[in-house]
């Protein structure tokens, strides 16, 4: 079968791979669609943590069903995504209801190989059902599910102001979330037709850019002088983590979706006297998964939205460098498998 690896940053390469082998409890799919997500561009430039090359990018993944051992209710030829997270199911946090963060997880296109296939053997307990929904729309339960789980983390509340830091695809999906929540929905980015996407397409009713020297001020004004209750950043930027502290109302919960290799810093008089809350949102569970379906079913979240490049399988070589550049607009790019 047709692969393809990302040898080194910045390089890949189509390789011919032995088509998977059915095991016991496993699950083989047949791939449609492939996401590309933040991961993927970060692991291309060299700066993705955890990482180790040569490595088969992809974990936004949707698929038909082939073959399978040990998942009951699941049917062959069945539309199909899945739980890209590997969990061990006998430490501390999955004895905890937590396996999002399981101590020894292998992430699908990060800690072993990913979706840049034609083929594609996974652990049968993480197959979620399609419910009907198409291939892309099943590609892109799982950065939305990110999304839902930060703003689930975050006990996001009816009327309060949830400030989203990043309107990239992730960004995009938590504003989302926190809206269908019933949160007040506040985006920041420094780009502005980001930010104009989120005005046109999510109707978000606030935006501000991170780099207007007046962002602290309009802020307070949105927020009638209280400043957001929840602050979640998307980004993964050092510099936005940091400044969001200052952001942050009394009492308010901070949450870090965006993941970077440096060390945050921030006033602990300031936080201390907010009594305020710093929580990390890693990856997503079952949950929030089926949530996200659910809200795609009826008709909260529009998939098709997100979608802004669509090429085939055999042109991701040639196109993915072009996603890195922020002059091409992608939001995200689905790649498509004959």
Not at 101 to 130: D, N
Not at 285 to 294: C, G, I, K, S
């Amino acid at each position: 079968m047709k692969t393809l690896v990302c040898t080194t940053p910045g390089q890949f390469e189509y390789t011919q791979g032995e088509k998977p082998v059915l095991t016991k409890g496993s699950a083989i799919i047949k791939i449609k669609r492939i996401g590309i997500c933040g991961t993927d561009l970060h692991a291309f430039e060299g700066t993705q943590p955890y990482f180790e090359y040569p490595r088969i990018l992809g974990h936004e993944l949707a698929g038909e069903l082939i073959e399978i051992d040990g998942a009951v209710g699941f049917e062959i030829g069945e539309a199909v995504t899945f739980i890209p997270y590997f969990n061990c199911g006998t430490c501390i946090a999955c004895r905890s209801g937590k396996p999002n963060c399981c101590t020894a997880i292998k992430v699908c296109g990060v800690h072993t190989h990913g979706g840049m296939v034609e083929y594609l053997s996974v652990p049968a307990y993480a197959l979620v059902h399609g419910e009907g929904l198409s291939f892309d729309e099943l590609a892109l339960v799982e950065p939305l599910a990110v999304g839902a789980h930060g703003v689930r983390r975050a006990g996001v509340l009816p009327g309060e102001f949830v400030l989203v830091i990043g309107a990239g695809p992730i960004g995009l999906g938590t504003m989302e979330f926190a809206r269908i929540a019933g949160g007040q929905v506040i985006a920041m980015d420094i780009n502005a037709a980001r930010l104009q996407f989120c005005q046109d397409k999510l109707q978000i009713p606030y935006t501000l850019n991170a780099l207007d020297p007046d962002v602290t001020e309009k802020l307070a004004e949105i927020t009638n002088g209280d400043m957001p209750t929840v602050v979640i950043d998307a980004t993964g930027n050092q510099k936005a983590i940091n400044n969001a502290f200052k952001y942050m109302a009394h009492g308010a919960r901070f949450v870090l979706i965006g993941l970077q290799k440096g060390e945050i810093s921030f006033s602990q008089p300031e936080f201390h006297k907010r009594e305020a809350t710093l929580m990390s949102s890693r990856n997503a569970t079952r949950q929030d998964f089926e949530l996200v379906v659910a809200s795609m079913k009826k008709g909260l979240v529009n998939p098709a939205t997100y979608i802004t490049h669509r090429v085939l399988f055999n042109e991701v070589k040639t196109e993915f460098e072009s996603w890195l550049n922020p002059a091409t607009g992608v939001i995200k790019a689905m790649v498509e498998v004959e």
